[in-house]
C-alpha cells in the first residue's frame, strides 16, 4: 500500500519532490525491496520527546510538522491519488475531508484531556481528516506540531490502560479543526462531503468550503484508514488476495519500478 501510494503520487505529480522520513528498520526493509529510488530523498528521524509509539505512531510525521521551515505536504501510507491537485495547494490549509467527531472522538468530558496541561478546546463536531495535509504557514504548523507532541508527551506520562490511538487523532486531527475554527484560518478540504467515522462512509451534508462531491472524491483518491483492518481480515468486499492484486496494479501503473522483481523481493522477505 505504500508503495503504491507513493507510485501514483509520483505518476500524477511528477514536478514534486518527494521526501521520505523513515527509522533504520524500516529503510533496511525498503532496501531489501530495492524501492528506495521511489522518493527524491531519504533522511532518517528519530525523535527524542517520551512517547508511546504503539498508540501514538504518527509521531514521526508530527515531529517533521513541527521543525518545516518551509509549507509542506504531507501523505499518509494508505493514500492514494488517481489525478493532480496542485491547482488547491494554495494560500490555505488543505486536508482531505471533515469528521463528525461526536460519535468517534473523545468528548468534552474525556479525563485524559482534562489532565493535559493545556486541554484540547470543543468548539465544534468535525475533526480534520490528515490523510493528505497541506500547510501554507510554517509557523502555524510549528505551533500546531509542537503542541501535537506535548499532549502525546503528556498522554504518555499517564500511562493509562484505557488510551487507545484515538487520543493520538484526538490531538492530530480533532485539535486542528478546534483551532482553525477558533483562529478563522483559510481552511479547504478534497471532499465537501462530511465523514461519518462510525459507519465509514460520506454523509449527505456538504460543506462550502470543499472542492469535490463524494462521487468526485471516490473517483480521484482512496483513503482506505480503517478499511486496512477490514482487508487483513478478509471481509467481504475487502478482500485480502484482489486488494493486493490492485495494490500491485497501481504500482504498475506509476512505471517507476518492476512489479516482478518487487513480487520476488517479497517472497524472499517472507521466506526468512
Not at 54 to 70: A, P, V
Not at 104 to 113: A, E, F, I, L, Q
Not at 147 to 153: A, M
Not at 241 to 252: A, G, H, V
Amino acid at each position: 500500500m505504500f508503495i503504491a501510494s507513493i507510485s501514483l503520487w509520483r505518476k500524477y505529480h511528477p514536478n514534486h519532490n518527494t521526501v521520505l522520513y523513515i527509522d533504520d528498520m524500516s529503510k533496511k526493509l525498503l532496501e531489501d525491496l530495492e524501492v528506495t529510488d521511489l522518493w527524491h530523498s531519504i533522511r532518517e528521524l528519530e525523535y527524542p520527546e517520551k512517547i508511546n509509539k504503539h498508540i501514538f505512531w504518527s509521531g514521526c510525521k508530527t515531529k517533521i510538522i513541527s521543525e518545516t521551515k518551509i509549507p509542506i505536504l504531507l501523505i499518509d501510507h494508505d493514500f492514494l491519488i488517481f489525478r493532480n491537485v496542485d491547482e488547491y495547494l494554495k494560500d490555505d490549509i488543505l486536508c482531505t475531508y471533515d469528521e463528525f467527531a461526536i460519535n468517534w472522538y473523545p468528548s468534552s468530558g474525556d479525563v485524559y484531556n482534562k489532565n493535559l496541561t493545556t486541554p484540547i478546546e470543543h468548539i465544534i463536531n468535525r475533526a480534520s481528516n490528515v490523510s493528505l495535509f497541506y500547510l501554507p504557514d510554517p509557523k502555524f504548523a510549528n505551533r500546531y506540531g509542537k503542541q501535537t507532541l506535548t499532549n502525546h508527551e503528556e498522554f504518555t506520562a499517564m500511562e493509562a490502560e484505557g488510551m487507545t490511538a484515538n487520543h493520538m487523532i484526538y490531538s492530530e486531527q480533532f485539535m486542528l479543526r478546534q483551532w482553525i475554527e477558533k483562529e478563522n484560518i483559510p481552511y479547504k478540504t478534497l471532499c465537501k462531503n462530511i465523514w461519518d467515522c462510525k459507519v465509514t462512509t460520506y454523509t449527505a451534508t456538504e460543506w462550502e468550503n470543499g472542492y469535490w462531491s463524494r462521487e468526485q472524491a471516490n473517483k480521484s483518491y482512496r483513503h482506505y484508514g480503517v478499511d486496512k483492518r477490514k482487508v487483513l481480515e478478509n471481509k467481504p468486499g475487502f478482500e485480502y488476495e484482489e486488494t493486493i492484486s490492485y495494490l500491485f496494479r497501481c504500482i504498475n501503473a506509476g512505471k517507476l519500478t518492476d512489479v516482478n522483481k518487487l513480487k520476488t523481493n517479497i517472497q524472499i522477505i517472507e521466506r526468512k
